[in-house]
């Protein structure tokens, strides 16, 4: 007696990695644009524009998600990798710093 596996891989974790941010892009166009991603050539294509300029960063995956957020509203939302461990104390002291000038 064999149990079956579905035959779809788990997603991969949340992480800056290409693969990540594929999966992420494509979920979130499958629910605002399906379309954007129905012609798989066509997006594999444009899936590396995209991670050329936007991937690999976390500031730059925001930029994205922002971007995206704009065109196509921000009822849903592109899901943002955590910044990677040598960019957390950057991003917390920068985000301390305007919360700081928010105050003065």
């Known amino acids: 007696h064999t149990t079956t596996m579905s035959s779809t891989p788990p997603p991969p974790p949340v992480s800056l ?3 990540s941010l594929r999966h992420r892009l494509e979920s979130y166009y499958s629910l605002v644009a399906p ?4 012609n ?6 444009k899936f590396d524009i995209i991670y050329n300029k ?7 995956e925001t930029k ?7 065109k196509y509203g921000d009822q849903v939302r592109l899901l943002v990798a955590p910044p990677h461990r040598s960019q957390r ?6 985000h301390d710093n305007d919360e700081r000038r928010k105050k003065d």
């Open 54 to 60: 936007y991937g690999g960063d976390h500031i730059k």
């Open 64 to 70: 994205l998600a922002d971007k995206l957020a704009k």
């Open 35 to 38: 379309e954007a991603i129905a």
């Open 40 to 45: 798989k050539e066509e997006w594999s294509r």
């Open 89 to 94: 104390q950057l991003i917390r002291t920068l």
């Open 17 to 19: 990695g290409k693969p």
